[in-house]
């Protein structure tokens, strides 16, 4: 099994870049089935999101374009219960189906927070897309995943957009946090 060590904790293989691949292949079969004869635009959260959006935009057989937000609750290893919205949204949404790309749902608070941000917008429909979500941890049912990825229990994990500290996005698997 491979791992890694990031400020003196270790972190296993999770997931490998071959299951990332499939997920995103399913998830991008899903969107494109109800987006066949649209033109959504899809809203990156960064800065986890943007691998993920990478890969999902070209798994897409379906016009689409693309804008990004920054929104930041976590520090280290733990959401910090506030939501940080450090780059604002800075497209027109109006009458236009969004599709919010993100990395990972977990408590939910950030994207309970956008949602309300983006429907005082007015866009047609607003959807969620996580590569992962923690359903365990969810305290916001508005802000569940429309599609999803991969469920997974409460777990710290790094890699594929996932950082700690800023540091591990690179990585092409996802790792989680060795439990002592």
């Keep these: 099994m491979k791992s890694v060590t990031y400020e003196g904790m270790t972190f296993d293989e999770y997931i490998s870049k ?3 691949e499939q997920i995103v292949q399913d998830v991008a079969s899903r969107i494109a089935a109800d987006y066949e004869d ?11 999101a943007m691998f993920f959006l990478t890969d999902l935009m070209r798994a897409l057989p379906i016009d689409c374009t693309v804008a990004t937000v920054h929104l930041q ?3 280290g290893t733990s959401s ?3 939501v940080r919205e450090n780059v604002p949204l800075r497209v027109d949404i109006r009458d236009r189906d969004v599709i919010v790309v993100e990395d990972i749902v977990d ?3 950030t994207m309970h927070y956008f949602k309300q941000i983006l429907r005082a917008r007015q866009p047609r429909t607003v959807k969620v897309v996580s590569l992962l979500s923690k359903p365990s ?3 916001y049912p508005d802000a569940k995943p429309d599609y999803c990825g991969r469920e997974i229990p409460k777990k710290f994990v790094i890699g594929y957009g996932f950082d700690i500290h800023e540091y591990a996005r690179n990585l092409p698997e996802i790792y989680a946090l060795r439990e002592n």
């Design 73 to 75: 609750s976590y520090d």
């Design 137 to 139: 941890e969810l305290q």
């Design 80 to 82: 910090t219960g506030q």
């Design 38 to 48: 649209k033109h959504p635009i899809l809203i990156c959260v960064l800065h986890g």
């Design 107 to 109: 408590s939910g608070i």
């Design 18 to 20: 071959q299951e990332i």
